[in-house]
T-cell receptor, first 115, second 116 residues
Framework: GDSVTQMEGPVTLSEEAFLTINCTYTATGYPSLFWYVQYPGEGLQLLLKATKADDKGSNKGFEATYRKETTSFHLEKGSVQVSDSAVYFCALSKGLTGGGNKLTFGTGTQLKVEL | GAVVSQHPSWVICKSGTSVKIECRSLDFQATTMFWYRQFPKQSLMLMATSNEGSKATYEQGVEKDKFLINHASLTLSTLTVTSAHPEDSSFYIC????????????FGPGTRLTVL
């Protein structure tokens, strides 16, 4: 079946450091890929998405490129802030492109950004 | 906009009792709501998909009689854990799909259930 694997956390960085959170997937066909973020005490929020190979999703300084050849969707940010501290989930979906269909999640990676 | 709430945020109950968790879309109508379960350091696992006015569709391995889902209106879905046991202790998360956009899921903050 479909699955998503992402790096274990927690990841601890200093403010303004470069961030990479790895995500790889296993799926048949052509899934859509997503990154969700969960801030403390809040629900998951869609951070960015990509619906086909070589697409780059971006939002709030975060980027991820859909790499079909390596089945990856790594999340990057050039300079993190304390306010980026949260749990990040990689996910895939097949069917509707907006995540409205069934989502398969990774285990989540906690990011802690310190001053 | 697109806010989803859950109530309660946490609940502790005795083994054998039933617990109801509510999921509400506060500022939009949700034709479809999803219920997930999350164990510590594990991913969210979809339990069931709930469509307003019809029976929920359960994922393989999820007991329908154990986890009762009711989606009675376009803004409310409930999950009832019947005859709860300690192994049902978990973090339950709902999401709702916006009727107007028809695509993106919006997530609630989750409910922590502890069964003693």
């Amino acid at each position: 079946g479909d699955s998503v694997t992402q790096m274990e956390g927690p990841v601890t960085l200093s403010e303004e450091a470069f961030l990479t959170i790895n995500c790889t997937y296993t799926a048949t066909g052509y899934p859509s890929l997503f990154w969700y973020v969960q801030y403390p005490g809040e629900g998951l929020q869609l951070l960015l998405k990509a619906t086909k190979a070589d697409d780059k999703g971006s939002n709030k300084g975060f980027e991820a490129t859909y790499r079909k050849e390596t089945t990856s969707f790594h999340l990057e940010k050039g300079s993190v802030q304390v306010s980026d501290s949260a749990v990040y989930f990689c996910a895939l979906s097949k069917g509707l492109t907006g995540g409205g269909n069934k989502l398969t999640f990774g285990t989540g990676t906690q990011l802690k950004v310190e001053l | 906009g697109a806010v989803v709430s859950q109530h309660p945020s946490w609940v502790i109950c005795k083994s054998g009792t039933s617990v109801k968790i509510e999921c509400r879309s506060l500022d939009f109508q949700a034709t479809t709501m999803f219920w997930y379960r999350q164990f510590p350091k594990q991913s969210l696992m979809l339990m069931a998909t709930s469509n307003e006015g019809s029976k929920a569709t359960y994922e393989q391995g999820v007991e329908k009689d154990k986890f009762l889902i009711n989606h009675a209106s376009l803004t409310l879905s409930t999950l009832t854990v019947t005859s709860a046991h300690p192994e049902d202790s978990s973090f339950y998360i709902c999401s709702a799909r916006d009727l107007t956009s028809g695509k993106e899921q919006f997530f609630g903050p989750g409910t922590r259930l502890t069964v003693l």
